[in-house]
């Protein structure tokens, strides 16, 4: 405990972890973390938990479950939590054919590793991967700790990029266009640069940025699809226990200029590759997964939120198209021998 109140970065992760357990412990939580408690290391940190902390914290762990959730039925398995704190999910969410990766300081889980060892684990299997993200190689950390970069991934940034100044910001997203396989998405909550410049701390610890086009970042990176809400029109819905968006409050880097707000930004590779000089078209394009053709059109109705469609692998693409043809070729030779 005393080597966590040293490093002022790692003890943010105890009042959030507090805010999660008086969420756990309401009549009509939204939230259930049978562990928050215990990873408080301490009782006394509930007391430091305030009425918008807790409600901040109960929405930010909602949209993390939910995107997690959205990305399972999707047939992603692999989830990855940069900065991850006292997170439980990978004891708490039932995943049990899931890959957890947890990355954060080494303080931070020399005090949870303790806590959580005698706790079945609701998953495939937990990694955790120590390290500054500022000064570690992620891509090789994370492959070290079994992390499969040819498989969809989930990323959660809870609580993380505000400490980020904005290279460091850019370095990361690069980092995970490298681990981000096509299918894979991710979240996080942040500030806009009005509301940085104001200066702002939590808990004695300063945020070192906030940005105005969040969106523009990640679509540099690789994501095809990237939307910004202020934090106001996104709320919980106590009695559907889901969150709930105001597309009202969905904003651009030209709208946020000048404003100040707490941000929700989320962002999803397509399944497909998508290529920006390129507008849908009636035009056609064959599926290497399904042996089939389906329009640009279908597609991005279906997958590709930038409206644009490109073949999703060369080489797999020809490779299956040449096996279409033979098959199709084949059926018009035995239709011309029948007759």
């Not at 993390?64 to 708490?92: K, N, T, W």
């Not at 890959?99 to 949870?112: M, N, S, T, Y």
């Not at 990323?155 to 690069?174: C, H």
Request: overall charge positive; proline content about 2%.
């Amino acid at each position: 405990m005393a080597r966590v109140l040293r490093d002022p970065h790692a003890y943010t992760a105890l009042p959030i972890a507090a805010a999660r357990a008086i969420e756990a412990g309401r009549h009509d939580s939204v939230v259930s973390d049978p562990l928050a408690r215990k990873l408080l290391a301490g009782e006394h940190h509930l007391v430091s938990a305030s009425g918008g902390l807790i409600d901040h914290m109960t929405k930010r762990t909602l949209v993390g479950d939910e995107l997690v959730l959205e990305a399972y039925s999707r047939g992603v398995r692999q989830v990855v939590s940069l900065g991850a704190g006292m997170d439980a999910r990978a004891f708490r969410m039932g995943l049990f054919d899931t890959a957890f990766f947890e990355v954060d300081r080494k303080e931070l889980f020399e005090v949870k590793e303790p806590l959580v060892a005698d706790v079945p684990l609701q998953c495939e299997r937990r990694r955790v991967v120590a390290g500054n993200l500022g000064a570690m190689d992620l891509v090789a950390e994370l492959e070290r700790a079994g992390f499969d970069k040819f498989k969809p991934s989930v990323w959660l940034l809870e609580g993380l990029v505000m400490y980020l100044k904005r290279d460091d910001m850019k370095r990361l997203a690069a980092e995970i266009d490298q681990l981000a396989a096509r299918g894979s998405s991710l979240w996080f909550d942040a500030f806009s640069e009005t509301s940085i410049s104001s200066g702002m701390s939590f808990y004695g610890v300063n945020f070192e940025s906030g940005f105005d086009d969040y969106n523009e970042i990640l679509q540099s990176n690789g994501f095809d699809y990237a939307e910004t809400f202020l934090a106001e029109g996104v709320w919980v819905d106590r009695n559907e226990k889901v969150v709930k968006r105001d597309q009202r409050y969905k904003v651009t880097s030209a709208q946020l200029r000048g404003r100040s707000g707490c941000l929700i930004v989320r962002a999803r590779k397509s399944r497909y590759s998508c290529c920006r000089a390129q507008k849908c078209s009636n035009s056609t394009i064959f599926t290497p997964q399904t042996h089939s053709i389906i329009t640009h059109v279908e597609a991005c109705g279906r997958d590709c939120h930038s409206g644009i469609l490109c073949f999703l692998r060369q080489q797999r693409f020809v490779s299956c198209m040449l096996r279409a043809i033979v098959r199709q070729f084949s059926a018009g030779l035995h239709a011309l021998s029948v007759v």
